[in-house]
Every structure is written in C-alpha cells, then in structure tokens.
C-alpha cells in the first residue's frame, strides 16, 4: 500500500509555485528581489493557512504586497515606494479578471444613478431634504435588488437593521414583494418618512419605470453580473450626456480617490509637511482649514442683536441632519392642526363688530397663489419646482400663519380685556406680513435655493414691513429651532442696515413727509437706556430737551410724527448701530471718549445727512465715522486694522467694503475713463476720483476707500474737525458727545469689567465645565485663592506693559530683572490677545 508523503507533496506545490512564479516575474520583467520576497511570503502563508483555489492567484496576491513594499531610489537622495508595478498588470499576468459589482462598484453606481435622476428631474432636487430623501430612494432600490437576487446577497451588511428577519436562515426565500427600508433608512439617519415615502411613490418609481422603458436600465436584477456592467456603463453615459448639455456641475468628482483636494473638503493641516510641499494647493488646503476650524459648524452665525431669544446650543449636526431636523420640528409644531381658523380662533372673529375671516381669507388666498406661481416658474438663478411641493409648502405655512395668529389673538384679548379686535384684524398689511413670514421659515427649513429676500420680492412687501412681525412670530412661537430664530434674527439685521434703505423703501416717502427730520437716538431711546456718565439726560422719560450736538440749542421741543411706527425703526437702527460699534470697539481696545465720538459721528451724518444711507449698508457708515474720527482724535486706527476685526463680526460681507455705491448715472451717459488710485488717505486728500467705467452703466460703484475719500468726507470733515482738540479754534465749537445705548447683558454672557484688561465675569452654569486652555479662571466658592492671585498678578503686570521697553544694541547681556520683566509682558500679551480672540469667535 502506498501512502502520501505531506513533505513531498508540500514540495511538490513550492517547485509548481516557483515554476509559476517565475513565469509571472519574467512576464512582468520584475526584478528578482521581489519575486524572492513573494515566494517566501506564499510559503509562510501556505504554512500556516489552508489555501483553496488556484496556487497562481495567490502568488498574485503576494507578489502584488512584495511589489508595494519595494523602495526604489530616484535623483536628489528620495526614495519612491512600489516599484511602478500595478495590480492591473499583475492580475492580467496571472490569467485573472476583476470581478465586476463590487461594493466599490455599487457605491459608484447609486451615486451616478441619484445625481443622474437629481440632474433630471429639477423639481425633486430643488431644496437639500428632497435631495436627500431621493437618495434614500436610491439606497432602497439598491437594497431591494441586492436582496431579490440570489447571488448578490454578498453585498449586503449582515448586521444592517433592515434585513429580513429570516434572512440568516439556510432556506432564506425572498418575498415576491421587493422589500422596502425607506422607514429604516429614514429613522437611522434623520429622514422624513411621509416625505421620503411620497417621493418614492410619485416620482422617483415612475422615473426608474421610464429609465426601464427606454433600455438605459435592463434585466431582471440591475445587480446582475451578466447586467450590472452594461446598466452602470449607460447611466454614466446618460449622465455624461446631461452633464455636457445643460453644463452643469459633475457630481461624480465626490467618488475620485482625491475628492479631498479637489473638491476642498477641509481636513487637518499637519505641522510635520516635509519641506517643498508647500504648494499653493496646500495653502488653500490649510485656510479652508482655519476657516472651517473659525465656524465651528454648519449652523447659521449668530448675528449680535438677536441672542437674547436664543435657547441652549443644539448638538451639532450635519447640513442633512440639519435641515431634516428643522422639518421635523415644523412638521411637530403643526401635527393636527388643519389650514384654516380653529373653533378658538373663529369665535374670536365672531366677537369683532366686523367679521374678519372673508377678508383674511381673500389675503391668503391670494398670497397662495402668487407663491405657487412664482415657486413654480423658472427663472435664470433656479429651476421651478413641482407644483405639488409648492402647494406642500404653502399648506405648512397657512397652518403655521393661523396658529400664530391665534396665539396672538388669545394673548392681546387677555391683555385688553375683551375689547373689540376688529382694528387690529382689519389690518392687511398686518396679514401679509405674517404670512409672508410663515412661508419664510418653511423655506429655510427646507433649505430652499430661494433664499431672502425672495418672498418680499415675489410678494411685493415693504422689507420694514416684514421686520416689524419678526419678533411677535418668536415670542409667539416657541417651538421654533435655535437655527429658525438664528435666520430670523439674521433677517432683522438685514433688513435694518440695508434693505430699509433700499431708493424704493417707503422710508423715504415718510422721511419726505416729516420733513427729512431722522430723530436722535436721544428722541427714540428712553434714558435709562443710556451708558451712565454719558452727559445725556437720565431723569424722566423721553428727555424734553434733547442733548444732542446735532440738534440746534433752540430747538428744545420734542419732534413728534405720524406715531410710534417712525421711533421704533430709528430706535431699531440705533441699538444695532452701537452693538456692532461696541463689538468693533472692544475688538480694537478703543476707549470710551473716542467710542463715543465715534458714536456721535455716526448720528450726525443719520441725522443730517440721510441720504448717504441711501442704496447703501448702515456698516459702511459706521466704518467711516470709525476712521475719521480715530484720525481727528490722534487715536488713529489704520483702515487695514479696523477691516480685520469687522470681518470677524457674523454679518461681515465682502461686498460691504468691496462694492460701495457711488453715485446713480443715466444710462444714455457715458463715463469719463481716466486713471484711478485707491489709497488709505487721510481727510485732507479728499479729490474725486473720476469713473473708470469705459461703458456706460446704472450705477458707479468702488471700495469703501474711494466712498470714503469721495464723498463721505466732504459731508462729514467739517464736523468731525470739531473735536480735534489739538486746534485751539476747535476747542470751543466742539459740542456735548451723544450718550451711547447700554446693552442689557444676558444671563449668560460673559460681562467685560475692565476696559484696561481683557477681563470678563460670567455666571457658572453646572455642567458646563469652563476649562480655558490660554486664559486664567477663577471660579467664585470653587477656585483655590491662588487662581484669583493669579489674575491680580496679570493685571499688576500689565500695567508695566504700557512703559517703553529698552531694546539692547549692544553685545551686553540684559540683567535678570529685566529679561523676566519682558517675558512677563509677552505672556501677558499673549494672554490678553488669547482672550480677545476667544471672545471674537463667540
């Protein structure tokens, strides 16, 4: 009897394999290193492993690691990892052929097939939650063909949630039915499933019907190996079509394997980058960076006025979470209530001596109607939606608009004591206002394209308008997100620096009918408001002789207009003035004597000359008074120093200091093209700059430097001179400083104590865990003693950093002292600048 020897046998398969491999090396030209290396690979390995299949297709496998380890040397001393062998070459050379429907593959091809169907049905993909919900759709498609094909359950995730209970069972038969995980996906990763189900249903199944119908889809199982590859190749090709024809963005850029650099994704900069890699690319890489490290998230900035309605911070999310979030949360708001009056709500209406509800309903109607069209047309800057979504989203809206109208209602019947509410509801700027409000906040939930001013637009509604509601819908609505409240206030702001301001604002018919008398700050503000030791008058009420440099000493009545509606916009205007001024003004450790003639400028020219406000951003008047009279004063702040900590505040926009209007010119006009200089000039190089344009245009516009220079500086020069106090004629013309607003603090906001030092007190909130990395902290009944000597130390020592520091010329070595002197002052400084620039990014 014969018995088999496993040492011969084993021998046997190394001589087969040698053989084998060096068929592979020769066909390859490799060289002999590295085939050594993979024969001793393939011997360990097969020591230690059962090896099924064919010998050749794992010394492929090793001969493609032995291939990568490979260094060879190149010119100038470095060295290239591989030795430029591909795995391509290798797996050709060993009679292998890829298989095709990888999980690489289907990642690719549920890809190409969401932005091929996004790209051509517009009126899905018009806003971030139907995108994301057609995605869901794709991933369910994928799922359920993985499933109905028999050999191709390989693909799928053992451990996902949405498998079949019995899928793991050996006699496994899928249903007749293709399975559905719309529900899984969407309660796994934040989707909606009554809107990620109607775009299944509606749009995204008769889509894929019609893909079918016209041969770009085939088989009974796209994931079929003998059909993946030729659906794959054709809905690249399709999308290879559309992508060339209409010119749009190529969305298969996200699956490149250098989709980080190319695209922009911002990752981590590292500080060991081997000399010589300093590219541009690496630049734009690194401030990416810094500004995505500056934003912290996604979520929308806060804007400096309007975080006293803030709730606490949200986790934060992605932009999809974000926005599937938002529409959770309105769709919750709004669970149960139909778009029409409630029986509360009716029976106020009753109670009025006029019945409202014909006429609110003839306003929302009509407002419907105009949304609806222009939701649906096509413009230059977006493609209509369906008229499905539009109506989806007006129905929101008209729920939400009768909810709060209700509530307000409820509380102003409360507050008046049943008195008739008809003058109130017969208000239909009131109406439109509110709605146009409502529809607003569901935009922004969806995260539409269609973005403010949009809807004032469309609906042709006056921005102050609009404003005037904001508030009322917060403090009425309290379920709305921390984002909604953001945008909201962010709206406020825009409205009140720019859109107010806009040549067809109806604040200038009202302007015209007062007279053009813009009231002070002092006629809008009631006293107590005002920072105290400002010389402003702190008794009473409204004061009755306004102390204000701006008003002429005889006038010493109150001005009195058409009503409350004209001081409440200027009073707006003004605490949104002095809470970017202040920020500004900290930013720039600027005293509170030059802060107030800042302040004093900036209502001189609101008050004498409104018409500089006109087609212009309140922020560009706010910057020149900062810098003229920073220079008339010797306090002087280069424009360059005030551009970069104005940028750092939330509304900060290039085309603020980028594109400054002019001055309006005829189009039948041509401008005069001559030569034009842009410089940091002082006040006393005030010249016109003449057009450059070579075309006739509408509008001129430059920088903030040439409005500064042009015009800003003739209307303003005269009275900014008054207070130079180092001309002896000015001393005596230099009238009283306008008393600057008080900002009441929030509960949780750090409160700065010390205009000398970058000190700030705030409340301990349990939890929060203040762990400054650069600063100092003491915390009141927690901190040990020498945490608050620490702070005093700080202050001692920066009182010294004001004296002149001597700078050595010569070779002797400083004494002791003096070094720790200075080494104090820069760890002092550095504190300080630590702190300020916290506080910046707040």
């Known amino acids: 009897m014969f018995e088999d020897d496993p040492q011969a046998e084993g021998a046997a398969v190394v001589a087969a ?63 290239m990892e591989g030795n430029c062998v591909s795995l391509t070459r290798i797996l050709r050379s060993a009679k292998l052929r890829r298989i095709p429907c990888s999980v690489k593959d289907l990642f690719n091809f549920c890809w190409t097939l969401f932005v091929y169907t996004k790209g051509n049905f517009r009126m899905i993909g018009d806003d971030l939650v139907n995108s994301y919900h057609l995605l869901l759709c794709c991933l369910d498609l994928i799922f359920a063909n993985a499933i109905m094909c028999p050999n191709r359950r390989d693909l799928l995730n053992p451990s996902f949630k949405g498998l079949p209970s019995d899928f793991h069972a050996p006699d496994f038969k899928a249903a007749e039915e293709p399975p559905c995980i719309i529900a899984v996906l969407c309660d796994l990763h934040d989707g909606l499933l009554v809107e990620a189900k109607g775009i299944k249903e509606h749009y995204f199944k008769p889509y894929i019907s019609k893909l079918f119908d016209k041969k770009i889809l085939k088989g009974e199982c796209l994931l079929d190996l ?72 996604f979520a929308p900035s806060t804007p400096l006025t309007g975080r006293r309605y803030l709730q606490e911070k949200e986790a934060i999310t992605t932009p999809v979470a974000s926005a599937t979030q938002s529409v959770s949360r309105l769709q919750s708001i709004v669970t149960g209530l139909k778009n029409a009056p409630s029986e509360q709500l009716l029976n106020i209406f009753e109670s009025c001596m006029r019945n409202p509800m014909e006429n609110i309903t003839r306003i929302v109607k009509g407002i419907g109607e105009t949304f609806c069209q222009h939701y649906t047309q096509s413009t230059d800057k977006q493609p209509g939606s369906h008229i499905d979504f539009a109506v989806n989203r007006l129905k929101l809206a008209e729920i939400l608009y009768y909810k709060i109208l209700e509530t307000i209602m409820v509380q102003e019947t409360r507050r008046l004591h049943g008195m008739d509410m008809s003058v109130l509801l017969e208000q239909d700027i009131f109406h439109r206002s509110l709605m146009a409000c409502c529809l607003e906040i569901v935009l922004f939930a969806y995260s539409s394209p269609r973005t403010f001013p949009w809807i004032i637009e469309v609906l042709d509604l006056q921005p102050f308008y609009f404003y005037k509601v904001i508030e009322v819908v917060i403090r009425s609505e309290e379920g709305l997100s921390r984002d909604m409240v953001k945008h909201l206030n962010n709206i406020e702001e825009q409205i009140l620096e720019s859109l107010a301001w806009n040549n067809n604002s109806a604040l200038w018919e009202a302007l015209h009918a007062s007279a053009n008398k813009v009231p002070t700050c002092e006629e809008v503000i009631f006293p107590n408001n005002f920072e105290i030791g400002n010389g402003g008058n702190v008794q009473g009420h409204l004061p009755m002789m306004p102390m204000s440099p701006i008003i002429h000493p005889r ?29 500004l003004c900290l930013k720039l450790d600027v005293s509170n004597e030059l802060r107030r003639k800042i302040w004093t400028c900036f209502e001189f020219t609101l008050v004498h000359c409104p018409d500089l406000m006109k087609d212009r951003h309140l922020d560009q008047l706010l910057l020149c008074a900062f810098y003229i009279m920073a220079k008339v004063t010797k306090e002087e702040r280069t424009f360059q120093e005030i551009m970069k900590s104005y940028r750092n505040q939330p509304q900060a926009n290039s085309h603020v200091y980028r594109s400054v209007l002019l001055k309006s010119i005829p189009r039948e006009v041509v401008a005069y093209s001559g030569d034009c200089e842009m410089t940091d000039g002082d006040i006393e190089d005030a010249t016109k700059t003449p057009n450059c344009s070579s075309e006739p245009v509408k509008e001129e516009r430059g920088d903030l430097i040439k409005f500064y220079n042009t015009i800003y500086v003739g209307r303003v020069k005269s009275f900014a001179l008054k207070y130079d106090l180092s001309n002896q004629d000015h001393i005596m013309d230099a009238p009283p400083l306008s008393p600057f607003p008080h900002i009441k603090q929030q509960p949780g906001s750090p409160r700065r104590i010390s205009q000398k030092h970058s000190i700030y007190v705030s409340p301990h909130k349990n939890g929060s865990g203040l762990t400054p990395r650069s600063a100092l902290l003491y915390k009141f009944n927690g901190s040990p003693s020498k945490s608050l000597k620490d702070i005093n130390n700080m202050i001692r020592q920066g009182d010294q950093k004001t004296k002149k520091r001597v700078i050595a010329i010569s070779g002797d070595a400083e004494s002791p002292a003096k070094r720790l002197c200075q080494e104090n002052d820069d760890v002092l400084l550095k504190r300080l600048q ?9």
């Open 834 to 842: 630590d702190v300020v620039s916290e506080r910046a990014n707040h």
């Open 17 to 79: 394999a040698r053989e084998a491999l060096q068929a592979l090396c020769q066909e390859l030209n490799l060289d002999e290193g590295s085939a050594a290396e993979a024969l001793d690979d393939f011997t360990a390995i097969r020591g230690n492993y059962s090896l099924e299949g064919e010998v050749v297709h794992w010394l492929a496998c090793s001969l493609y690691v032995a291939c990568r380890k490979s260094i060879i040397p190149t010119v100038g001393k470095g060295v």
């Open 555 to 583: 006038v010493k009545e109150v001005r009195t207009d058409s009503g409350s509606h004209r001081r409440g916009r200027y009073k707006a205007v003004y605490h949104l003035a002095s809470v970017r001024l202040r920020d």
């Open 226 to 297: 003998t059909s993946f590859t030729d659906n794959s190749k054709a809905v690249n090709k399709e999308y290879e079509e559309y992508v060339l024809t209409v010119g749009d963005f190529d969305e298969r850029i996200f699956l490149g394997a250098d989709a980080e650099e190319e695209i922009g994704t911002p990752r981590k900069f590292t500080a060991d980058t081997p000399f010589g890699k300093l590219t541009s690319e690496a630049n734009v890489e690194y401030n990416l960076q810094q500004h995505f490290e500056k934003k912290q998230s």
